[in-house]
């Protein structure tokens, strides 16, 4: 049974940092194509970072310089480690996985097969 947990969300003042996790059963993430992608109030989801299948990263823009994606292959999860926060940051986050190829650097919503639950960020001004 695949499932995935996100933990790690909390409210924060800006600068502030948090370190997002995604534990993963049913599948090994390594072999995966992982994204973390997040859902402000009346906006639509986005990526915000991706890991694939050879550990390349990418990010969208307004994250770059300040979040990372990375993996642990013995503990199959997904981290998003997330410094100098910002309000525009806060949002819901979700790692979400699709079978093998990434097809695109961040690829959309429609392309990802598994979901987690997703967890609040909060950054306050």
């Known amino acids: 049974q695949v499932q995935l947990m996100e933990s790690g969300g909390g409210s924060v003042q800006a600068g502030g940092s948090l370190r997002l996790s995604c534990a993963v059963s049913?599948?090994?993430?390594?072999?995966?194509?992982m994204v973390w992608f997040r859902q402000a109030p009346g906006k639509e989801r986005e990526a915000v970072a991706t890991?694939?299948?050879?550990?390349?990263?990418y990010y969208t823009d307004s994250v770059k310089g300040r979040f990372t994606i990375s993996q642990d292959n013995a503990k199959n999860t997904l981290y998003l480690q997330m410094n100098s926060l910002k309000p525009d940051d806060t949002a819901i986050y979700h790692c979400?996985?699709?079978?093998?190829?990434?097809?695109?650097?961040?690829?959309?919503?429609?392309?990802?097969?598994?979901w987690g639950q997703g967890t609040q960020v909060t950054v306050s001004s």
């Open positions: 049913g599948f090994t993430v390594s072999r995966y194509c």
């Open positions: 890991i694939d299948t050879v550990g390349s990263t």
């Open positions: 979400a996985a699709k079978t093998r190829y990434c097809q695109f650097r961040l690829p959309p919503p429609s392309l990802m097969t598994d």
